[in-house]
């Protein structure tokens, strides 16, 4: 069973502080780790992507990426409430049925409320 | 580019009717995934086109569920009979060449079937 696991949340934090979100899955051979954004009632937006081990900065966002531990997470530095979203992690799995093809996975996501 | 599109962006449906939605893919991209979104169950992808052709459809829930795609501009999602358990929002995305890259995603069409 290919999965994509995320805590629900919701995460809480004060305006200005680090969010850290987790995420991790279970197909050792994925390559492609991808963040989205989704805000209520919207579709899901890219934010952060990464493919090697280590850390990817973009601005207040950071995403690091552990293959080892099969895990990734996305750090917000300086947290607004506009960041108060649902953030989804997303992993492109390798599926036989496919043709080998991989296949983008997705965690249920992780609620996060940056409050005042 | 007006991005992906999809319509209806909302259908109220009676149990058993049949339900069509529609996506029309950005213009140049080849690949065309659709899922549907609960809060039980996640973003989960129904099926995904390659040039037009189905490349992985096990995800469709069961027989009720079918995807076309006649040409690389428009992609169908059809259920019948539908049920109350079919409620969910249903998004469409494409993305450029084969290759797993940022997935653009449509607005979605949230079904509620009573």
């Known amino acids: 069973q290919k999965e994509v696991e995320q805590n629900s949340g919701p995460l809480s934090v004060p305006e200005g502080a680090i969010a850290s979100l987790n995420c991790t899955y279970s197909?050792?051979?994925?390559?492609?780790f991808f963040w989205y954004r989704q805000y209520s009632g919207k579709s899901p937006e890219l934010i952060m992507f990464i493919y090697s081990n280590g850390d990817k900065e973009d601005g207040r966002f950071t995403a690091q990426l552990n293959k080892a531990s099969q895990y990734v997470s996305l750090l917000i530095r300086d947290s607004q409430p506009s960041d108060s979203a649902t953030y989804l992690c997303a992993v492109n799995m390798r599926y036989e049925g496919s043709g080998g093809s991989y296949i983008p996975t997705f965690g249920r996501g992780t609620s996060l409320i940056v409050h005042p | 580019d007006a991005g992906v599109i999809q319509s209806p962006r909302h259908e109220v449906t009676e149990m058993g009717q049949e339900v069509t939605l529609r996506c029309k893919p950005i213009?140049?991209?080849?690949?065309l995934f659709w899922y549907r979104q609960t809060m039980m169950r996640g973003l989960e992808l129904l099926i995904y086109?390659?040039?037009?052709?189905?490349?992985?459809d096990s995800g469709m829930p069961e027989d009720r569920f079918s995807a076309k795609m006649p040409n690389a501009s428009f992609s169908t999602l059809k259920i019948q009979p539908s049920e109350p358990r079919d409620s969910a929002v249903y998004f469409c995305a494409s993305i450029p060449g084969q290759s797993y890259n940022e997935q653009f995603f449509g607005p979605g069409t949230r079904l509620t079937v009573l």
């Open positions: 213009s140049g991209h080849n690949s």
């Open positions: 086109f390659n040039n037009n052709v189905p490349i992985d």
């Open positions: 197909d050792r051979g994925s390559q492609s």
